[in-house]
């Protein structure tokens, strides 16, 4: 993530999550070397592809994998994201944010704050890319356990998280603004062969499921 997604991130946390952090909550985790703040985003032209990529080298460190796929994933995207939305209001001139997600890293666990897909999008497996880049950057970070807390009716994202491995720890009751109670998942093991392949398989299903919906350019990714 750029400071220049940080328009486009407010509103997708909006949409997703109800206006849970502020604009300066997204600067300070940006700013942060104790956070990985991820967007998935899509370009309606190479042009725009190009242009994201520019921007993106410029701002920060070479992209890890989810980055570059992000970059990368549009170059088909643009007819086929339009037909899948015909409601969409964004120009297509512009970039689009598709998902964002957040860690923070304190000693050895990776706390989940934020993981939240264009609700246009989601059920396309975008959660799938970008749960997977989050625990490979807990991974990269020598964390060795991961944490998040999710709505306790949240089935979709329960399940996106069981197939992670993450399993129930408790509850926190009217953890959200409406109420609504979380559940409080945990997952160990990050360091552990085991736990790093099946991460990677989980990711390398959801890019193959990408492709065979959007055919997305796999070889940009590692310009």
Same mark, same amino acid.
């Given at each position: 993530?750029?400071?220049?997604?940080?328009?486009?991130?407010?509103?997708?946390?909006?949409?997703?999550?109800?206006?849970?952090?502020?604009?300066?909550?997204?600067?300070?985790?940006?700013?942060?070397?104790?956070?990985?703040?991820?967007?998935?985003?899509?370009?309606?032209?190479?042009?725009?592809?190009?242009?994201?990529?520019?921007?993106?080298?410029?701002?920060?460190?070479?992209?890890?994998?989810?980055?570059?796929?992000?970059?990368?994933?549009?170059?088909?995207?643009?007819?086929?994201?339009?037909?899948?939305?015909?409601?969409?209001?964004?120009?297509?001139?512009?970039?689009? /944010? %598709?998902?964002?997600?957040? =860690?923070? +890293?304190?000693?050895?666990?990776?706390?989940?704050? !934020? &993981?939240?897909?264009?609700? $246009?999008?989601?059920?396309?497996?975008?959660?799938?890319? /970008? %749960?997977?880049?989050?625990? =490979?950057? +807990?991974?990269?970070?020598?964390?060795?356990?991961? !944490? &998040?807390?999710?709505?306790? $009716?949240?089935?979709?994202?329960?399940?996106?998280?069981?197939?992670?491995?993450?399993?129930?720890?408790?509850?926190?009751?009217?953890?959200?603004?409406?109420?609504?109670?979380?559940?409080?998942?945990?997952?160990?093991?990050?360091?552990?062969?085991?736990?790093?392949?099946?991460?990677?398989?989980?990711?390398?299903?959801?890019?193959?499921?990408?492709?065979?919906?959007?055919?997305?350019?796999?070889?940009?990714?590692?310009?």
């Amino acid at each position: 993530m750029i400071e220049a997604d940080l328009p486009a991130v407010l509103a997708l946390d909006q949409r997703c999550l109800g206006g849970l952090w502020t604009r300066s909550g997204y600067q300070r985790e940006l700013d942060s070397d104790c956070s990985d703040l991820l967007v998935l985003v899509s370009a309606p032209t190479a042009e725009g592809l190009r242009q994201r990529r520019n921007a993106f080298n410029s701002a920060l460190p070479p992209a890890s994998l989810a980055a570059r796929f992000a970059a990368s994933l549009v170059a088909d995207f643009n007819a086929d994201l339009a037909a899948s939305d015909p409601t969409a209001s964004t120009p297509a001139s512009a970039i689009a /944010l %598709l998902g964002t997600g957040c =860690l923070w +890293a304190i000693l050895e666990e990776a706390h989940i704050t !934020t &993981l939240a897909i264009e609700p $246009a999008y989601q059920g396309q497996k975008l959660g799938q890319v /970008l %749960l997977s880049e989050l625990l =490979l950057c +807990a991974y990269r970070r020598g964390l060795t356990r991961a !944490t &998040l807390e999710v709505r306790a $009716a949240n089935e979709p994202a329960l399940k996106l998280y069981q197939k992670f491995d993450f399993k129930e720890a408790g509850i926190r009751k009217r953890y959200y603004s409406d109420g609504e109670n979380a559940r409080i998942l945990w997952r160990s093991g990050l360091q552990t062969e085991q736990a790093v392949d099946q991460i990677k398989q989980h990711q390398q299903a959801a890019f193959t499921a990408l492709s065979d919906r959007y055919q997305p350019d796999f070889s940009q990714s590692s310009k």
